[in-house]
């Protein structure tokens, strides 16, 4: 099974806005290998959701590549930040779920069907739905969350792409998400591309970190020993920006 | 302690939606209270009635023991001030810079005329501002910077409380540190006493001196910082407290073994 | 891309003076060059032309155009390009006249209803809908027939009805700026409401409003020729673009340009009122 060609490798890209041509993503390159998790960290600006956007070859209006290469050896699939957004307000949850299926999988009509219901039980979302569908408004955020996961999933993905899949989400309830996708990860085996701000979290789910600063990656590595040791005063200073929370007591 | 504010059984009613549910609240002079919750617990609205912009259907606020009424004079409002989560709308797009601190400055009589330029300098200075901002518009500075001049227009009429709503959510956590730095330095310089809410534990943390804890439209707990991180009296408390996202313990630290949980 | 930079302000570029973002916008440069045209002309017609746009010169009628009339002459041996001019000046100046009071009440009771809502907006709300729900042509014909012809038909009928559309456009804005977080700052300064109104939130209502007015100007000299055409607007002899294409009319087939001309004047006058229109639209979203 283990293939020494990487599933995803990406090679010197840049990105750019095309009025103007401002450099967006300046020569990045990373690759990821099965079952790996690359978490692309960084703040507001610094070109990881384009990247992410690039790899799944869907750029935002106005963007364009403008050098490099993306090689993937996998389909991918992927999951936004904010999970009302990304389905159909007009469409229940289990019929989007289906319609998908239904594309992606080419079953017939009533095999997709159970083909989503069994997804949906796998990520944990309410029985009821296979009685009665609903709304996305319907939904908490937690739940929507889920059901755009269960599509990513149901497009059988090599990669998951993840794009701030928490940061919409309480506590809580981005805690109960983080552990659905690992369990599913351990799982299916699907290697991941996780784009996150929180370090914490990047840290807990990655195995390979890209920090990335206005456009470049200014450090990466294997996760562990990237945050034991960073090089980079920009990986430092995100590190010092997380605001440490103490340990329960007991919980040791 | 002396308290700055005492908030008695207050109840919101959104149509059938009971938002806040006969909250008591008591926050001492001097001292901050960080309010937690998730969303849909509250927070926001108890915040928003303190500050006045909602009518409570039921309850008493009081301001150092003097009833708010649902009407405030001008010298009521001024005690309260409030700071908005979304930098991008807490200024008026219309407005330069000069024209939002002046106005509460001069609305309030703080200084006459002749002296608000200095003052607002002074004000500009105190949030790191550089003083050539005051006649540049909000769109030209980051959400930080626009921040930090919502601090200084509230703080400039000198509130007897200051009410923080999520001012650093929506912030980038190299920006979030630098804002939550200059709260907890003008509550030293100024002895401020502030209700800051937050749905981030860590912020929470940062700069709160005791803790509540919302949860639909109730408060579950009050308690001092250091025991309520250490020993939350509540389940959900403790719930919310074991779902923050920390750090694994790296090597430089000895001999933990946290990794394990998320 | 926001910049993260605490310490220094993001270099300025939105008050790089007004003329170089009126050059950045070429739809509002053509539209107020176009108007100004045509307002330079109209102010200075008596000197321009030496014929009076009223006085008629039998011996002259229907005259092709010349050197000497330069869009020739009308049944009644008027000069054509003068008695145009003249007709711009009253047309205009019914146009400017007639919407600057429902500007002002539309704008003003827009915002009430918007900012205090409940039983205010409510009513505000109830009047809008039911004007809207009588065709506009409708209400002028009745009151011009009521009031007689002329100009009165027209101003009344404006400031009974011109006021919805600005109503409805700023009530729409107030409310949603009223969500925001920079009016609850206001209020939490303890700012009466009407100062909040006037000083934080007509600011940001305005140039929305400003873009519909000059879309609603169009509309209105639609409504002021038609009228004239009608014979029911504007009375002769006082020169009207409406009546001129009426009278030209007859002699479509050998004096079209006594009707043709006339009919551009309001093109004209249209595409560039929706030119500066949608200029300033473009330039304060631009902001």
Known sequence: MMSIQPLLEVEGLSLAAKPGGKILVDTISFTLNKGETLGLVGESGSGKSLTLRAVLGLLPRGVEKVGGAIQSGASSAMVFQDPRGALDPLCPVVKQLTEVVYYRQKLSRKASRAAALELLDRLGLPDSLKHTDRYPSQLSGGQCQRVVIAMALACKPGILLCDEPTTALDVTVQRQIIETISALQKELGFAMVFVTHNLAIAAAMCSKLCVMKEGRIVEQGEARALLQNPQDPYTQMLMNSVLPVPELEGSV | ?262 | MKPITIDSPTPRNGKTGALSRLWRTPSLLAGSIMLAVLVLLAVLIPLISPYDPTKQDLSAFLQPPSAEHWLGTDQLGRDLFTRLIYAARTDLTIMVLAEIIPFCVGVFLGMIAGYYGKWLDTVISLITDTFIAFPFYLIVIIVAFASGAGQRGIYITFILVGWIVFARVTRGLTASFRRQEWVASARTLGLPGVRIMLRHILPNVLPQAIVVLMTDMVGLLVAIVTLGYLGIGITPPTPDWGTMIFDGQPFITTAWWLSAVPGFAVVYTGIALSLVGDGLADLWRKK
């Not at chain 2, 915040?47 to 909602?54: P, S």
């Not at chain 2, 004079?73 to 024209?99: G, V, W």
């Not at chain 2, 004000?123 to 001049?149: C, K, M, T």
């Open chain 2, 1 to 262: 302690m002396e308290s700055a504010l005492q908030v008695k059984n207050l109840t919101v009613h959104y149509g059938g939606f009971t938002a806040l549910d006969g909250v008591d609240l008591n926050i001492e002079r001097h001292a901050t209270l960080g309010l937690v919750g998730e969303s849909g617990s509250g927070k926001s609205t108890l915040a928003r009635v303190v500050a006045g912009l909602i009518a409570p259907d039921e309850g008493q606020i009081l301001l150092e023991s003097e009833l708010l009424t649902k009407k405030r004079s001008r010298e009521q409002h001024k005690k309260i001030q409030m700071i908005f989560q979304n930098p991008d709308a807490s200024l008026n797009p219309k407005h330069s810079i000069r024209q939002i601190l002046s106005e509460a400055l001069l609305f309030h009589r703080i200084v006459d005329r002749k002296q608000v330029e200095r003052r607002c300098r002074e004000w500009l200075d105190r949030v790191h501002i550089p003083g050539n901002a005051l006649d540049r518009y909000p769109h030209e500075f980051s959400g930080g910077q626009r921040q930090r001049i919502a601090i200084a227009r509230a703080l400039s009429v000198e509130p007897r409380i200051l009410i923080a709503d999520e001012p650093t959510s929506a912030l980038d956590v190299s920006v979030q540190r630098s804002v939550l730095d200059l709260f907890n330095t003008l509550k030293e310089e100024l002895q401020l006493t502030m209700l800051f809410i937050s749905h981030d534990l860590g912020v929470i943390h940062e700069i709160s001196d005791t803790v509540a804890v919302m949860k639909q439209g109730r408060l579950v707990e009050v308690q001092a910082k250091a025991p309520f991180f250490a020993r939350p009296e509540t389940a959900y408390s403790r719930e919310l407290l074991s779902a923050v996202p920390r750090m694994p313990k790296l090597s430089t630290t000895p001999g933990g073994n946290h990794e394990s949980r998320t």
